[in-house]
């Protein structure tokens, strides 16, 4: 019988007529007892449990199920998700990073990215991105982009994402952006406003 399949065990006390539950960090996993046994150190249990479980970085196949009793990942290892082996950060997966808080490969958190096993902030400039990511997303205006987000835009005039080109016809462009000229107005190619419409020119 495994520890989920066990029952909560009612610890007895001394004068044989009230009860109580451990409390948490402890178990009972025997009837009748006066007395709640400790778990291991690390592993944890909710009250009236009657085995502990074990921290999240232990080896594989070395948790005791009933104490929570393990061996950990040392010496700057983490516990890898898949394989339950501790393994270097550099070798944690794609998108994770050595906690040294856990001791497990963690997965990236939202606005960072992670390269061989390290977490690194995106830049305020990066766009959004989410979990999990070896790089950080890019603002759209971007005509460079960093591994972090940082990005250097288009020159006034010009617009583009990856690659600059000059401001089309009928549009404007400022700070990497292109924006459609309104109703009633008109701008010549490379242009940075828009003016009225002329004889020759309408939207």
Partial sequence: MNKKQLRS??????????????????????????????CATGATSEQGSAACTCPANCK????????????????????????????TAANCPTGYYGDS??????????S????NGVKTACSTNAGTTDAGQTKCTCAANCATCSDNGDCTKCNNKYY?????????????????????C????????????????STTHSN
């Fill in 9 to 38: 065990y009612i610890v007895k006390l001394h004068n044989g007529i009230n009860k109580t539950k451990c409390p948490a960090n402890q178990y009972q996993n025997e009837e009748g007892k006066a007395s709640c046994k400790a």
């Fill in 112 to 115: 960072h990215y992670c390269q």
């Fill in 101 to 110: 808080t856990s001791g497990t490969c963690k997965q990236c958190e939202a």
């Fill in 160 to 180: 583009g994402s990856g690659a600059c080109s000059l401001c089309t016809a009928g549009h404007y462009c400022t700070d990497g952006t292109r924006t459609q």
């Fill in 60 to 87: 594989s196949a070395s948790c005791d199920s009933l104490t929570g009793a393990c061996t950990s990942c040392t010496n700057s290892t983490y516990l890898h998700p898949t394989t339950k082996l501790c393994v």
């Fill in 182 to 197: 309104p109703s009633g107005t008109w701008a010549a190619a490379g242009s940075t406003a828009c003016t009225n419409c």
